[in-house]
């Protein structure tokens, strides 16, 4: 049974931090496998923030980014079994939405525009509510 779930959404003021988190388990990839953070605000679509290949070779450990959140926010694994992270700096009011982790067999290697698209995700979590103040 596939469970994905993340923790560590809060609620924080503009310019401050939080550290998301997504606990993994019985993904149906045998050796190598993305994972990625989407976020929904209030009223707009499901957007694609970052992804990273948890796999062997030259791409392990790649990660790409959203335009919207590049060089605020880090995706990160400590290791291919370990919990996935998403570290947010600088938030802003509009990074206000509920965060999902999501998990797909080689989604985040098809390439700038592709790589974040929700339907190359098979499995997710159910999500965590980040509120940030103005």
């Known amino acids: 049974q596939v469970q994905l779930s993340e923790s560590g959404g809060d609620s924080v003021q503009a310019g401050g931090s939080l550290r998301l988190s997504c606990l993994a388990s019985g993904l149906p990839y045998v050796s190598a496998y993305c994972l990625a953070w989407f976020r929904q605000a209030p009223g707009k679509e499901r957007e694609g923030l970052a992804t990273?290949?948890?796999?062997?070779?030259?791409?392990?450990?790649?990660?790409t980014y959203a335009d919207s959140v590049k060089g605020r926010f880090t995706i990160s694994q400590d290791n291919a079994q370990g919990p996935l992270y998403l570290q947010m700096d600088s938030l802003k009011p509009e990074d206000t939405a509920v965060y999902y982790c999501a998990a797909s067999r080689l989604t985040c290697l098809r390439g700038a525009g592709l790589d974040l698209e929700e339907s190359g995700y098979d499995h997710w979590g159910q999500g965590t509510q980040v509120t940030v103040s103005s």
């Open positions: 990273i290949y948890s796999g062997t070779g030259l791409a392990s450990g790649r990660t």
